[in-house]
Nanobody, 123 residues
Framework: VQFVESGGGLVQPGGSLRLSCTSS????????VAWFRQAPGKEREGVSC??????EYSDSVKGRFTISTDDAQKTLFLQMSRLKPEDTAVYYC???????????????????WGQGIQVTVSS
């Protein structure tokens, strides 16, 4: 399984970015897919995930970030708005087969990972 992430970069506080993650998975419907992030010196944390159970967001991004998928394009998106300096991190897309996890916002449950893409929020 391979992921190709794009859309990261430098943005000013209050700005927006959209991350994309194109996968080699046969179909996203068979997987829970998620975005995680890791800031320097901090543990990797779940940002948002989509599964057959629905959509989840971490409290820190709820109301500002939106996760979505394009199943035909096998692509996962993360629309990030009202960005804050504390959103600065390397962002990773990930996946796990449906039924093989308890919590799709916990990195230990995820099987497949992208290489990560840098998002920097700074003036």
């Amino acid at each position: 399984v391979q992921f190709v992430e794009s859309g990261g970069g430098l943005v000013q506080p209050g700005g927006s970015l959209r991350l994309s993650c194109t996968s080699s998975l046969f179909t996203l419907d068979d997987y829970a897919v998620a975005w995680f992030r890791q800031a320097p010196g901090k543990e990797r944390e779940g940002v948002s995930c989509i599964s057959t159970s629905g959509i989840e967001y971490s409290d820190s991004v709820k109301g500002r970030f939106t996760i979505s998928t394009d199943d035909a394009q096998k692509t996962l998106f993360l629309q990030m708005s009202r960005l804050k300096p504390e959103d600065t991190a390397v962002y990773y897309c990930s996946a796990v087969p449906e039924g093989d996890y308890n919590d799709c916002l916990q990195p230990d449950y995820m099987d497949y990972w992208g290489q990560g893409i840098q998002v920097t929020v700074s003036s």
